[in-house]
Nanobody
Framework: QVQLLESGGGLVQAGGSLRLSCAAS????????MAWYRQAPGKQREMVAI???????NYADSVKGRFTISRDNAKNTVYLQMNSLKSEDTAVYYC??????????????WGQGTQVTVSS
């Protein structure tokens, strides 16, 4: 089994910055994609940013130019640097990963979520 542990959420004023971290642990053979999703109250979960196993990054249009995803493969960790935060960025942010474990390939895992609240 694989666990994804997020940290770094909190309360910040509009225009401020936060950095989220997500560390994967467990029976990991290889981590493929790592991504961040978010879900605001009353809305569907949406992808924010993804860092593929091939080194490609992609962002939701709403965060392009403000958010940056990065990953440290040696630490099995993905980060999300969020700058120029807006009130509409308020949501629970979830880490997501596709992992080849020691038992099977391409399993999908979610973190427990971390709250980000941006006050205007």
């Amino acid at each position: 089994q694989v666990q994804l542990l997020e940290s770094g959420g909190g309360l910040v004023q509009a225009g401020g910055s936060l950095r989220l971290s997500c560390a994967a642990s467990g029976s990991i053979f290889r981590i493929l994609d790592m991504a961040w999703y978010r879900q605001a109250p009353g809305k569907q979960r949406e992808m924010v940013a993804i860092f593929t196993g091939g080194g490609v990054t992609n962002y939701a249009d709403s965060v392009k130019g403000r958010f940056t995803i990065s990953r440290d493969n040696a630490k099995n960790t993905v980060y999300l640097q969020m700058n120029s935060l807006k009130s509409e960025d308020t949501a629970v942010y979830y880490c997501y990963s596709i992992v080849t474990t020691k038992l099977s390939a391409g399993q999908r895992f979610w973190g427990q979520g971390t709250q980000v609240t941006v006050s205007s």
